[in-house]
């Protein structure tokens, strides 16, 4: 083995798969993340294909199954909270033969982080402010620690990664707005709920979500086109920004927005996804999100996210850690294949929140004929089912 010591900046999805995977390869991860513990709230994912299998040969299957959601339908509603139409779940079952589940995404981060914890070292609270490439390795420089030499530096820190900015620039470079915004909060207790429905209200460009949680818990996931920008941190402004955006609205929105009144986490960020030429330089690498980002309108975000941490691990055991010929294969393996993905999401991307009325008419319409027998495979079964095959890598 040439090189060892490996430094996963980032405990997300990606980041604690990588570090289970390089264990099981003979090399010694090293996470490291800002957040001072997993983060334990956000939205809930849709869990299937290649990332569900690899979650498998994790051992994670039953747990997955046991935390998560096994949803009966997507419903959509009116003003007064009528269903107007809905979308059975059946076909994705059908289409990945039983392996779709629904769970909290830092239930998932939580899971795979629960794999290593304890058998790799994980730094909280701290990240990497500089990164200096020497022929031998990398100097890397912490916000809080003391300066250390790592062999390799992968980047699993997501959408606005650090180290792809520290090593290929600033990421509006990269990002490709897909015209939207989102939100999400859970509060406790919330009535109405309807167990096992997603329920969805929609006003031109703006879409409002809810979904009943283990526990008595209820997430509210909002979904709207916005055009200017809004910083990453100022909590006040997101909230008067959803309050202006869906003040106006009939259903249950005024109760959702006195509930996000007085809510203290909340998740906001742009949607976007990550375009870039490559995804490493030297022996700096990145994966995940911060690498191809496909963003929440694939559906699919964490599994292809733990699909390519799964290859990063697996072509540097095939090189015997020669970083250059795996990241290579690495890239070549897997980009037509995330390009597909983000094209897909793109399309569907105009179905989630029609900007006009006629718009929102037509999407209801797609959703109704989705029941008649067949056609949602047709409308669905390319992009859900996964066509890479997984090389058979070599596990210690
Ligand atoms: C609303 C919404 C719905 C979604 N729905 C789905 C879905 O149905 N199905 C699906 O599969 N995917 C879905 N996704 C996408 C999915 O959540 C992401 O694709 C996935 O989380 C990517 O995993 P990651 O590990 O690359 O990044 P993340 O999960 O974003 O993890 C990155 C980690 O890096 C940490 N970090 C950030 N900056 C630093 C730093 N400077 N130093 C150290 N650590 C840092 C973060 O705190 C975080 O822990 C959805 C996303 C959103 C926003």
Not at 108 to 130: H, Q, W
């Amino acid at each position: 083995m040439t090189y060892k010591k490996v430094l996963i900046s980032g405990a997300g999805i990606a980041g604690p798969t990588l570090a289970f995977w390089l264990g099981h390869a003979g090399f010694e991860p090293t996470l490291i993340e800002c957040a001072p513990a997993l983060r334990t709230s956000g939205y809930v994912i849709d869990f299937w294909g290649l990332g569900y299998d690899i979650a498998e040969r994790m051992g994670l299957a039953n747990e997955i199954n046991r935390v998560g959601y096994h949803i009966r339908e997507m419903r959509v509603v009116n003003d007064n909270g009528d269903r107007i139409t809905g979308l059975g779940t059946r076909v994705f079952r059908e289409l990945t033969g039983g392996r779709f589940v629904t769970l909290g995404r830092s239930d998932l981060s939580r899971l795979l982080f629960d794999k290593v914890r304890g058998t790799t070292e994980t730094i909280f609270g701290d990240e990497i402010i500089s990164l200096r490439e020497q022929s031998d390795g990398v100097e890397v420089q912490f916000r809080n620690a003391k300066t250390r030499r790592f062999d390799l530096v992968i980047g699993a820190d997501g959408l606005h990664s650090n180290v792809r900015r520290l090593i290929f620039g600033p990421q509006d470079q990269f990002e490709r707005q897909l015209g939207y915004y989102v939100a999400a909060f859970e509060v406790e207790g919330y009535r109405p709920r309807d167990e096992s429905v997603y329920v969805i209200y929609s006003q031109p460009g703006r879409m409002l979500g809810r979904f009943a949680l283990h526990e008595d818990r209820t997430l509210f996931l909002f979904v709207f086109t916005f055009d200017r920008s809004v910083p990453v941190s100022d909590v006040a402004t997101q909230k008067a920004i959803l309050r202006e955006q869906f003040g106006d609205g009939t259903w249950e929105c005024p109760r959702i927005l006195d509930k996000l009144d007085r809510t203290e986490s909340l998740y906001f960020d742009r949607v976007s996804q990550i375009k870039m030429e490559h995804w490493s330089r030297g022996r700096i690498a990145l994966v995940g999100d911060a690498a191809f980002c496909v963003s929440l309108m694939a559906g699919q975000g964490s599994a292809l996210a733990i699909t390519a941490a799964y290859v990063m691990a697996g072509e540097l055991a095939k090189a015997a850690g020669r970083h250059a010929e795996a990241f290579h294969n690495y890239e070549a393996l897997l980009r037509g294949y995330m390009g597909a993905k983000q094209r897909g999401a793109e399309r569907f991307s105009s179905a989630f929140a029609p900007r006009t009325r006629l718009g929102l008419f037509l999407r209801n319409q797609v959703i109704k004929a989705c029941a008649i027998p067949g056609l949602s495979r047709l409308a669905f079964g390319r992009d859900i089912v996964d066509k890479l095959a997984l090389p058979n890598y070599h596990w210690l």
